[in-house]
Nanobody
Framework: VQLQASGGGLVQTGGSLRLSCVDS????????RGWYRQARGKERELVAT???????KYEDSVYGRFTISRDIAEDILYLQMDSLKPEDTAVYYC??????????WGQGTQVTVSS
């Protein structure tokens, strides 16, 4: 099973990026999918999640600016990031948790927001 994240890059303050996470291994029994981020010198933090029934949750600082979504048929997880701020600069990781207690991580994609 492999999660492949992409879509990161360098953008100016106020810009947008869309991250994608492809599940090439077709994980079975998905319960929660999410995006995390880790800024340099800081702990990894949860950014947004989407559960099996489509319910979404966001970390307070990204609420209203980021949108998590999924393409169930293609097994792709997205994170649309708008109105980006320098404090959003981090490596972003996708994550999948299953009903069987297993957890999978993508390799991370760098997002850099210049001021």
């Amino acid at each position: 099973v492999q999660l492949q994240a992409s879509g990161g890059g360098l953008v100016q303050t106020g810009g947008s990026l869309r991250l994608s996470c492809v599940d090439s291994g077709r994980i079975v029994g998905i319960n929660v999918r999410g995006w995390y981020r880790q800024a340099r010198g800081k702990e990894r933090e949860l950014v947004a999640t989407i559960i099996s029934n489509g319910l979404t949750k966001y970390e307070d600082s990204v609420y209203g600016r980021f949108t998590i979504s999924r393409d169930i048929a293609e097994d792709i997880l997205y994170l649309q990031m708008d109105s980006l701020k320098p404090e959003d600069t981090a490596v972003y990781y996708c994550n999948t948790k299953t009903i069987y207690g297993r957890e999978y991580w993508g390799q991370g994609t760098q997002v850099t927001v210049s001021s």
